[in-house]
């Protein structure tokens, strides 16, 4: 596999807990909305401590960049990348990953598992085709949502973000469930996006199988 020692050149802090890395690009280094590679951080004995990471950017720019929430519970690798500053230096290899864009539909996130659509909203825009995209964002509380003015700037009304642990006028409140699908949702024969924590990925696949949607048009990271 190959691999790639780049130096960080901006750290924007997004959230409370979500920074965002712009790095260098390696010369040729290509990847599509969507897609990720295993980062390290080239410090001693963190050289092999990969951990997967989606690309925010987009292919077009000169830069790469991740949007990464920091678990401080451990000490690991979002807690040290936390740490660092601009000038310090990250490994990345190869680029990989099984959430691609196959035309308009549902978005459905959890927490960080928006950063694969990041990409993949931002280039629809930048192509004039989100038309016919909905997003549903779930958080715990209205701090942890990351980038919500860039994407209701994006999606304006077909942007929703929903609060699990927080009532906030502005917000809907509850958990992206059977109920609040049926609820939400008109056409079960359109595309679906999932991310987010792994049960939740698998309670809303089993939600959407019950409701009839086609199993070849759920489209997660397995």
């Known amino acids: 596999m190959e691999s790639h020692i780049v130096k960080i050149n901006a750290i924007r ?22 897609q990720a590679t295993e980062v390290s951080i080239n410090k001693p004995g963190w050289e092999e401590e990969r951990r997967p990471f989606t690309f925010t950017s987009l292919n077009q720019h000169p830069w790469l960049e991740f949007t990464i929430k920091r678990y401080a519970d451990h000490d690991g690798v979002t807690n040290l990348l936390h740490q660092l500053k601009e000038g310090d230096e990250l490994i990345i290899r190869d680029v990989w ?11 459905i996130a959890g927490g960080a598992g928006i950063t694969p659509f990041i990409a993949i909203l931002r280039q629809l825009h930048e192509d004039k085709r989100i038309d016919g995209n909905v997003l549903f964002f779930s958080n715990k509380t209205a701090v942890d949502v990351i980038y919500e003015e860039e994407l209701s700037n994006i999606l304006g009304n077909d942007a929703h973000f929903i609060l699990t642990r927080e009532e906030k006028e502005g917000y809907e409140h509850g958990f992206i469930d ?28 089993a939600a959407l199988e019950k409701l009839g949607a086609s199993a070849d048009l759920v489209v997660f990271e397995k």
Not at 191 to 204: A, E, L, S, T, V
Request: hydrophobic content about 30%; some cysteine; aromatic content about 16%.
């Open 97 to 107: 990953g099984a959430i691609e864009y196959k035309g308009p539909g549902y978005f």
């Open 13 to 34: 802090q997004v959230t409370h807990d979500v920074k965002s890395f712009r790095i260098e690009k390696p010369a040729g280094y290509q990847f599509s909305p969507g």
């Open 178 to 205: 059977s109920v609040f699908l049926q609820k939400n949702i008109s056409d079960f024969k359109c595309h679906f996006y999932i991310c987010g924590p792994d049960k939740m990925i698998h309670d809303i696949n």
